[in-house]
């Protein structure tokens, strides 16, 4: 079954860039193909998959228009040591887009009837979403299956949190999802033990969400080393081949590994 | 080191809990709207030809006809005395659009009487239509309680309509002095309650039957009390609620109770403000109306809480109550003071009380003189 996992949280500097690319390549290195969409116009993405500002042509605000023709511009990324990873850019031209996408008449549904036009043979599909609770990421929420919300042990971003979940179970209704995208949980990131709000947060988040049948997964830790990882292009797995802080993906990884079920072989055939 | 105090995080998602409940509660909806879909769709033959059945004894017996509106008679009956001129809007507008939905359903009696359908009915006289679609059913036993349970239990009915149809079904099945019964049920709870033993009245409310009738007669009451408690727990009522909440609705002042009716004043509500009486203020009957039908207003305008209704209350008694001094004393009050003075027995008096007595008589006596004198 293919994945499209939304990456989504309202407050900037959560780690949704960092998850998004960390679990692009776990799952690559698994033999699924996984294609990343970045949603943000500040096109972090191109920055950590070591990839070339892009054309405006070449980024996903050319497929959201109406002259799109299913040629999807995706780039391979780390291709020396994976083959399955590609990445459909982001850019400031996307800003125009979010502005546009208000009048457009399917405007919040785009993205979905893109993919299910055009569709793609990815097993997983990840769009990185902007740090707001705008546009762009409201037509994610229609496009994916699944969402995924990484959160800093802060009490700042968890109130951040607790209002996109509002702002989810609203919108799943007024947009009539069917079926509602499923939250696959929360993920805590940044996550350093000597503070004591971390381990607080940390202890007690799990018990809210449980009410609300939100699983919460484990920490990613607090390290420079993804933040050095990032201005090299690179996923920390690249970076730093032992660092202990890979093993904070595990979980996740396997989880979708798991519902995506076998990959998808695509089929060697001429186009 | 102090300990540092944990964030609490739990407020934060109060808010995203609602919007969980109001999603699962619409997914409810849907699923329960798939069923019924799919059950029709069944055909379920048992329901659908018990519905033919009783089409068909409707067509034969009473089948649909166009009644003019001034035949028809509203049910003194009808549990529901309040109709909000909100609610009749929405059902004219509603009849306005699309027509008359479904038949009313009339009795016969002398006149036709309105079985269902009151609301449509004063829609459509305010509409100026002619006549209604109805059905004419004989007249049903019981019909009072039957429309009393229906709509008993519903929130809608306001604690005024409540009292009113209670007691009118009190006093039809015990054949009891309507007005009486409000004094007999609070005799009865404040006895039992004294003697601890309310508990028991309130546990029998999911017992069966008998069993509350045993109980009852075993506690040993009046006969009339016996009877009213035995009809409140007959249809699920509380009597301790019924006594505290309900029946005081009935003693409501004139102006409070067209305020519940007509502007959607609330029961609690009009509680508080029933303490602005002639007696409370010291004004005449109609000084007090008066004061307040504006207190009313003014809680029902800026949809004051309870809390800031009683608030308010008290600001406008001791507005009025520091510009008027005391009340007079009463001419009987005077004649019962006088007389207790005279009736004093002197011989059951110590000598020392005597004396003070005494001294307290003659400076009151000087105050009397020299209140004459002015």
């Known amino acids: ?271 | 080191m102090s300990t540092r105090k944990a964030p609490n995080i739990n407020n934060y998602f109060s808010s995203a809990q609602k919007e969980l409940q109001l999603s699962e509660a619409e997914t409810e909806i849907q699923q329960l709207k798939a069923e019924i879909e799919e059950l029709r769709a069944k055909g379920s033959t048992e329901l659908e030809s018990s519905l033919t059945t009783l089409r068909d004894q409707l067509q034969s017996q009473s089948s649909i006809q166009s009644i003019p509106l001034a035949q028809i008679e509203p049910n003194p009956e009808q549990p529901r005395q309040t109709f909000l001129t909100e609610s009749i809007d929405s059902m004219c507008r509603s009849l306005k659009s699309d027509g008359q939905l479904e038949p009313i359903i009339l009795i016969q009696r002398e006149d036709l009487v309105i079985f269902d359908g009151e609301r449509r009915w004063r829609s459509a006289k305010a509409l100026g239509w002619e006549s209604l679609q109805a059905v004419v059913i004989p007249e049903p036993v019981a019909l009072h309680r039957k429309a009393l349970i229906t709509s008993l239990h519903r929130e809608d009915l306001n604690p005024l309509d409540k009292a009113e149809a209670i007691v009118r079904e009190l006093s039809d099945q015990a054949g009891l002095d309507a007005v009486s019964i409000p004094r007999i049920l609070s005799t009865v709870v404040r006895r039992l309650n004294k003697q601890g033993r309310m508990n028991q009245i309130v546990e029998l409310m999911t017992a069966t039957e008998p069993e509350q009738q045993e109980s009852l007669t075993a506690m040993e009451l009046d006969e009339k009390e016996q009877a009213v408690l035995a009809l409140l727990l007959d249809l699920q009522l509380n009597p301790a609620s019924i006594d505290a909440n309900i029946f005081p609705m009935l003693s409501l002042a004139t102006d409070l109770k067209t305020a519940i009716r007509t502007s959607g004043l609330k029961g609690v509500h009009a509680m508080c403000l029933q303490k602005l009486s002639a007696k409370n203020l010291g004004k005449t009957e109609k000084k007090a109306q008066s004061i307040r039908v504006k207190t009313t207003q003014k809680v029902i305008e800026e949809k004051l809480s309870v809390k800031e209704t009683r608030k308010l209350v008290s600001e406008v008694m001791s507005s009025f109550v520091a510009t008027s001094s005391k009340p007079p004393i009463k001419k009987k009050q005077v004649d019962g003071i006088i007389g207790r003075v005279q009736s004093i027995s002197l011989d059951k008096i110590e000598p020392e009380q005597l004396t003070q007595l005494k001294e307290a008589l003659q400076q009151k006596l000087r105050e009397i003189e020299s209140a004459l004198l002015e």
């Open chain 1, 1 to 271: 079954m293919q994945i499209r996992l939304a990456v989504i949280s309202n407050a900037g500097g959560s780690g949704k860039t960092t998850l998004s690319v960390h679990l692009a390549y776990e799952l690559g290195k698994r033999g699924y193909n996984v294609a990343l969409m970045d949603l943000d116009p500040q096109g972090s993405l191109t920055l950590f998959c070591g990839l070339n500002p892009p054309e405006p042509e070449q980024t996903l605000a050319a497929v959201l228009t109406d002259k799109f023709d299913g040629n999807w511009p995706l780039t391979p990324c780390w291709d020396e040591d994976t083959k399955q990873v590609v990445v459909c850019q982001g850019g400031m031209i996307l800003t125009q887009t979010a502005d546009e996408l208000v009048l457009h008449k399917r405007g919040v549904y785009l993205l979905g009837d893109c993919l299910t036009d055009y569709p793609l043979e990815h097993d997983l599909i990840i769009f990185d979403c902007p740090a707001t609770l705008g546009p762009l990421p409201l037509m994610a929420l229609a496009a994916c299956t699944h969402l995924v919300v990484p959160v800093q042990l802060e009490p700042k971003s968890i109130q951040g949190a607790a209002h996109l979940l509002e702002w989810y179970y609203y919108h799943c209704r007024h947009l009539r999802l069917k079926p509602n995208p499923e939250i696959l949980g929360f993920v805590p990131s940044q996550y350093d033990s000597r503070k004591a709000v971390h381990r607080q947060i940390k202890e007690s988040l799990p018990t809210q969400l449980e009410q609300m049948n939100i699983r919460v997964f484990p920490a990613i830790r607090n390290s420079a080393e993804f933040v050095n990882a990032s201005g090299q292009g690179l996923p920390i797995h690249l970076y730093r081949k032992t660092h202990p802080a890979l093993g904070d993906f595990k979980e996740i990884a396997s989880h979708l590994a798991n519902l995506i079920g076998k990959p998808f072989k695509k089929a060697k055939k001429s186009l």
